[in-house]
């Protein structure tokens, strides 16, 4: 497939269409013959969506009340509509959306695309936008759209057709300007502004419009935007909508009377979540004055008139509750029954509609769009790791002199003492591994949860997975998890451990061992939770048995047999053993068995050692992928 036919300029002959009058015609008037289906309709009945837990506790019978947040929604809408959901907070606007965009599928209902029950590839005709971008602050614009180009289309295009769908994307979006500029944000380089606002959202839903989507779901796409920006963002979309056909649904809060204008059509939610009416702009206003009775006040915003039909004042006690009760009754009823409801629609559909299975959206498992190779994820992890890390400079720099810091620290300590006393080498050789395990663990458990949501967002747009992520993210992190070999350089030569090059390879390599076994864990530990808070109160419960049960505080020969298993699954154990045997010509001779039995360590068992920390590394790195996968697996389901 050439170039040519992945352009897709937006259209400027739409752009000049006034208020209220965008050329898509009424469902009413559109709809095809039974049997058939214009391009890009989707149709729906949202019978239930319901939250809430079924037991308080597992052993319990007693059941908590699940709360209903939509019942009975539906509606339909095709290629070139832009519809905006709103309601009261609490509605259930987003969780519609969601729902609709088949991104929460724990619903009662139905979904069609085209008339057939929803598939697969929904996943790759269909883009969700949320409310909170989530992007990778260390990457330019253009560097971001490439990432996600060469992971979702890979497998379809050449990189050259991506990079000219690419340009192509940014100049349809407005970016040309900013192309180069770090996304920036929290957490980019040296806290770098980067985009605005309003250029942050427009890249987002460039992201999504680079696979040419058939339908974009979008949630607050004017949140923490001005006016200007607002309208900005929300004619892209109008012009998204008009030129390529493109079904657009997006939930909005209070947009002033000149963006709402933008829309076509609206769908309104009562306080409990039912349908209160679904239909052109224009037939809004008409449905409100004539059956209503509440026409529009001069001089007024249309958005505003039509969310106050259905906002109830909240408060109040059992009698204000029932009032409200009765009030969203009545709406609903009221647009059912006028000529603005949809007769056909949920009950009375095609054969064809009722054909698709109720529920069939929730046999749907993992991420069903297209996306590259496992390959190809790994090299675009990769890369992305070593630009942040290179883009971070000040941090691996600031990183480094720690190391170094703490290096002379001990160096200073211990100045040539390491052969004056076998109670010196054994205290530093202790020292410095338990330092190991303290230090390297919380410059890996603070940035692991971090990654999460990007991770989160990506896997379900197709665009990255466990294996290829976590890969790439051990071989980028390698500078941090070996930066302890910088404190070590200024550690063994001034403490007079043994004075050879061989010996202090070997002393390198085993720190090194010990400190990737330690990142391996940490790894772990920050891939059970998001909040780096709560990896952070869960680390000391791995590191304080393995300092306790490593045989230098406590005689492991001893132990209860319930506790006999502990030392075994010590990093201190086996780090500390291996140090200790690399430098144990230093011990007096006629004190170096009683001083080993002392710590105990077999001197003999060097080798069992290292393959013990090698094995505790993998067995960890194994464990973070499982954990990584079945939390993305369950965030799927939900």
């Known amino acids: 497939m050439g170039t040519e036919n992945m352009n ?17 015609p009424d ?23 319901k939250v809430g837990s079924q037991r308080c506790w597992p052993w319990t019978k007693r059941s908590i009340q699940r709360k209903s947040i939509l019942t009975d929604v539906a509606g339909q809408s095709v290629g070139g509509e832009i519809t905006a959901i709103m309601g009261a907070s609490g509605a259930g606007k ?3 959306l969601e729902c609709l965009a088949l991104r929460s599928r724990q619903f009662k209902g139905r979904v069609t695309w085209n008339g057939e029950a929803v598939r697969g590839d929904y996943f790759t005709a269909s883009a969700l936008v949320h409310q909170r971008e989530v992007l990778c602050g260390f990457l330019t614009v253009e560097e971001h759209l490439l990432f996600h180009g060469t992971a979702r289309m890979s497998d379809r295009f050449s990189p050259k057709e991506i990079e000219a769908r690419v340009r192509n994307v940014i100049e349809d979006v407005g970016l040309s300007k900013c192309r180069k500029t770090l996304v920036g944000g929290p957490g980019a380089p040296q806290n770098k502004k980067g985009l605005s606002g309003g250029e942050r959202k427009r890249l987002t839903i460039a992201t999504e419009l680079l696979l040419c989507p058939q339908a974009i779901f979008l949630d607050e796409p004017t949140t923490s935007l001005d006016s200007v920006m607002a309208g900005h963002v929300v004619a892209l979309l109008r012009q998204l909508a008009l030129s390529r056909r493109i079904l657009v649904m997006a939930t909005i809060h209070a947009p002033s009377s000149q963006i709402f204008s933008l829309f076509s059509h609206v769908l309104l939610l009562t306080n409990d979540g039912r349908l209160a009416f679904h239909g052109t702009i224009s037939n809004a206003l008409l449905y409100a004055s004539s059956c209503l009775k509440r026409p529009l006040p001069d001089a007024y915003n249309p958005a505003d008139h039509l969310v106050r039909l259905v906002v109830s004042k909240p408060g109040g006690g059992a009698s204000a509750r029932e009032e409200r009760r009765k009030e969203n009754d009545w709406l609903v009823q009221s647009f059912a029954a006028s000529a603005y409801g949809d007769p056909e629609l949920p009950e009375r559909g095609s054969h064809r509609d009722k054909a698709c299975e109720e529920n069939s959206h929730r046999s749907l498992r993992g991420v069903q ?12 992890n990769l890369r992305r790791g070593l630009l942040q890390t290179s883009r971070n400079s ?4 600031l990183y480094g002199m720690v190391m170094g810091v703490i290096g002379l620290c001990f160096g200073t300590l211990y100045f040539q003492q390491a052969a004056s006393s076998w109670r010196n080498l054994v205290g530093l050789l202790y020292a410095l591994v338990v330092a ?12 692991a949860p971090l990654d999460w949501p990007l991770l989160l967002r990506e896997y379900f747009a197709g665009a990255n997975a466990a294996g290829p992520y976590l890969l790439a993210k051990i071989l980028y992190e390698l500078p941090f998890a070996y930066g302890p070999l910088l404190l070590v350089a200024f550690l063994y030569w001034m403490t007079g451990l043994t004075p050879s090059l061989a010996a202090f390879l070997q002393f390198a390599g085993v720190v090194a061992l010990t400190t990737q076994a330690s990142c391996a864990m940490a790894l772990m530990v920050g891939s059970l939770s998001a909040n780096p808070m709560l990896t952070l ?35 201190v154990n086996y780090g500390f053993a291996a140090l200790i045997t690399l430098q144990q010509s230093l011990l007096p001779a006629e004190l170096r068995g009683v001083a080993l039995k002392f710590v105990n360590v077999d001197p ?24 990584l996968t079945l939390r993305l697996r369950t965030a799927m389901r939900a």
Request: net charge positive; with cysteine.
């Open 8 to 24: 897709f300029p937006l259209s400027s002959d739409n752009r000049s269409c006034p208020p209220w009058s965008i050329p898509v």
């Open 604 to 627: 003999e068992a060097l080798g069992a050692n290292l393959l013990m920390l090698t094995g505790m590394t993998v067995i960890f790195y194994a464990l973070t992928y499982m954990f």
């Open 436 to 447: 190991l395990l303290y230090m390297c663990p919380l410059t890996v458990i603070l940035r």
């Open 394 to 397: 000040l941090s691996f720099w």
């Open 537 to 571: 109160g869960i680390l000391p419960a791995f590191i304080t048995p393995m300092v306790l049960f490593s045989g230098f505080l406590y005689d492991t020969a001893t132990l209860p047999s319930y506790l006999a298993w502990l030392p075994k699954i010590s990093i």
């Open 27 to 49: 469902a009413r008037r559109r709809r095809p013959a039974p049997g058939s289906y214009l391009p890009n309709q989707l149709t729906w009945h949202i019978r239930s969506f």
């Open 94 to 96: 987003t969780t519609l």
């Open 369 to 380: 769009g297209q996306h590259a190779s496992a390959w190809t994820l790994f090299r675009l």
